[in-house]
């Protein structure tokens, strides 16, 4: 390992302290670590928001050989005491984010915050020279996409999106799959995930030493409206759409990045959501149900189809969650960390009789239509091929969160900028969730240009009034899109 890079800073340099004494919002200049790292090298890494699932990324990371947890940064004291019990205790720990990026020791960050703050500090990082790990949703609103991908094409670093199931064993089978063409062309995509339970509506456990002191209220708040420390809202972030996407950034998302992993579409072009808070309405401004409906048009890559999302965390019904994708010759049906492949391919042969409108023809019609129908359609247009049903398995040690950041970890020795979940990918999946939630709260359809990635007006077409006396008028005439071309 080189030298320079073994010797650990305990404490951040004068140029690094002035680093962190800056706002968020000013740029901050920081000497890049150009350095390669060769395979011999440790990628040494710090995670910024050492929440929940902080500490489920920084194993997975971990459980990747060569790789070093350096640093955390963290806004409640408790977590980062117990990052140093749970992983390192010469670990160094800030509240500062920004003493993170200002480490040379530092070579890659995995950004696991609430998600109001994804841009902000995956934006900061690329800048500091580092590779970036950002949780999904990639961002907190469509806007603020095209900055992050702005700011890693700038940086030459590697960054992945965490939604780690697509480098599972049943994602990779399901792509291979639709790939080869055996469900055919895939004309819907179903999914629910419903739940019934406290924690499952992200009503997370309050540590009992919560307070202004152990808790960095107004960094928390970020560019979120101001208010007085609540900390229902700092451990609970998820039941506001001041810090976080509501059903659709956290769990919609994963379906639409497997969907689209493995249909390689670029994403819906109409998007509609219907909801409602019905029952956990304590503390909470997001709907607890919530459908959407996203048209995906007709590309190189395959033909128009529809998704429907559904959550419900007030299903005091039978739950029975799951992920259908749809062709005209089959379906791929999800289950745990499997797959169901099921094939069903029609007749050429339309069949007639039973309930058909057949009987209801006089017996002479009859038989001219048999005699039609058998010249038409001989014996062997008149069988279908038997339904086949094939289980995929994932091995029982399939790791994807590991695989996950083992792709990320390779590409960043390589000096590759692009992994499985890159920024286009990752804000591609993310944009129709954000644009899910706009759905909901302006209570209108989204229409969004999947290869620009940008909104854009409700299709129209012009139509030419008759002209009257010498004078012609054009009008809009809006029409209810279509995905079929
Ligand atoms: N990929 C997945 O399967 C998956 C699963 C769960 C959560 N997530 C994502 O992970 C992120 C975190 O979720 P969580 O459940 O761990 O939340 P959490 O509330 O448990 O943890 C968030 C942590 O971030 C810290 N934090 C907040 N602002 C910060 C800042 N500016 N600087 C440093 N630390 C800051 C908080 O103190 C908190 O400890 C979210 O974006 C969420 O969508 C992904």
């Not at 990045?257 to 219907?274: A, C, D, K, Q, Y």
């Not at 992920?323 to 289950?335: A, L, P």
Request: net charge positive; glycine share 6%.
């Amino acid at each position: 390992m080189n030298p320079s890079r073994r010797k650990f800073i305990k404490g951040i340099s004068a140029a690094s302290a002035l680093v962190a004494t800056q706002s968020v919002a000013k740029p901050f200049h920081i000497i890049r670590d150009l350095k390669k790292i060769s395979p011999n090298d440790k990628i040494r890494i710090a995670t910024i928001g050492m929440g929940i699932q902080g500490n489920y990324d920084t194993m997975a990371a971990l459980r990747n050989p060569d790789v070093e947890l350096v640093a955390v940064a963290d806004l409640y004291t408790g977590r980062l005491q117990h990052a140093k019990t749970a992983f390192n205790p010469d670990l160094f720990t800030t509240r500062d984010y920004r003493e993170i990026l200002a480490r040379p020791d530092v070579d890659a960050v995995l950004i696991v915050t609430p998600d109001h703050w994804h841009d902000h500090i995956t934006i900061a990082a690329l800048k500091a020279g580092k590779h970036v790990y950002c949780e999904k949703p990639m961002v907190q609103h469509i806007n603020e996409g095209k900055a992050v991908i702005d700011a890693w094409k700038k940086s030459s670093k590697t960054m992945q999106v965490g939604s780690q199931r697509i480098s599972s064993a049943a994602f990779q089978e399901a792509k291979r799959l639709v790939q080869a063409g055996e469900i055919g062309a895939i004309n819907y995509i179903e999914s629910n995930n419903d739940r019934f339970n406290s924690i499952g509506a992200w009503n997370y456990s309050i540590p009992t030493d919560a307070s202004p002191e152990t808790v960095d209220w107004d960094r928390f708040l970020g560019d979120a409206p101001k208010r007085p420390f609540d900390p229902v809202r700092f451990f609970r972030w998820r039941n506001f759409k001041d810090y976080g996407t509501g059903v659709a950034g956290d769990l919609f998302v994963h379906l639409i990045t497997g969907v689209h992993f493995v249909t390689e579409t670029l994403g819906p072009n109409r998007i509609f959501s219907s909801g409602n808070l019905a029952y956990w309405k304590e503390n909470r401004d997001v709907p607890d149900i919530m459908t959407s409906i996203m048209d995906y048009p007709k590309t190189d890559k395959h033909e128009a189809f529809q998704m429907v999302l559904r959550v419900n965390f007030a299903n005091a019904g039978k739950i029975s969650n799951v992920t259908r994708i749809i062709g005209n010759e089959g379906q791929i049906e999800f289950s745990e960390n499997n797959l169901i492949l099921t094939k069903k391919k029609l007749p050429i042969a339309p069949g007639y009789g039973n309930y058909d409108s057949y009987f209801t023809f006089t017996e002479e019609v009859q038989r001219e239509f048999v005699k039609q129908y058998d010249a038409k359609y001989p014996p062997e247009t008149r069988t279908a091929e038997p339904v086949k049903e094939v289980k995929f398995e994932a091995p029982k040690d399939d790791d994807a969160h590991a695989k996950h950041f083992a792709d990320f970890f390779a590409n960043v020795r390589s000096g590759s900028q692009g992994t499985i979940e890159d920024p286009v990918f990752g804000f591609r999946a993310a944009a129709p969730v954000l644009a899910a939630n706009e759905s909901y709260f302006d209570n209108k359809v989204i229409y969004w240009d999947p290869v620009t990635m940008t909104k854009t007006a409700p299709p129209s077409t012009v139509t030419k009034k008759p002209a009257s006396k010498g004078k012609s008028t054009v009008v809009a005439k809006k029409t209810v899109a279509t995905t079929k071309k």
